[in-house]
């Protein structure tokens, strides 16, 4: 069982998304900012969109996160 009694299935390597999903959201970055102008959110989706490297470490991270949050589970 996993954080409040779910369970949770972890990955061990990192899976790329489509590249057709990608350039989804990376077309919504580019309406957003069209109408909106470059914001902090919009520039790190746009980041994360053309940076394979960025996205596998963001992976990295939430892989790393969810597995303390599992280890420590029942201390609190």
């Given at each position: ?34 109408k909106y102008g470059p ?38």
């Amino acid at each position: 069982m996993g954080f409040n009694g779910k369970n949770i299935t972890m990955t061990e390597k990192f899976k790329d998304y489509p590249a057709e999903q990608i350039q989804a959201k990376l077309n919504r970055v580019d309406e957003f900012e069209a109408k909106y102008g470059p914001k902090a959110r919009s520039k790190s989706w746009r980041k994360w969109c053309t940076d394979y490297n960025y996205r596998k470490q963001e992976w990295q991270f939430r892989q790393n996160f969810a597995n303390t949050i599992m280890q420590n589970e029942g201390l609190y």
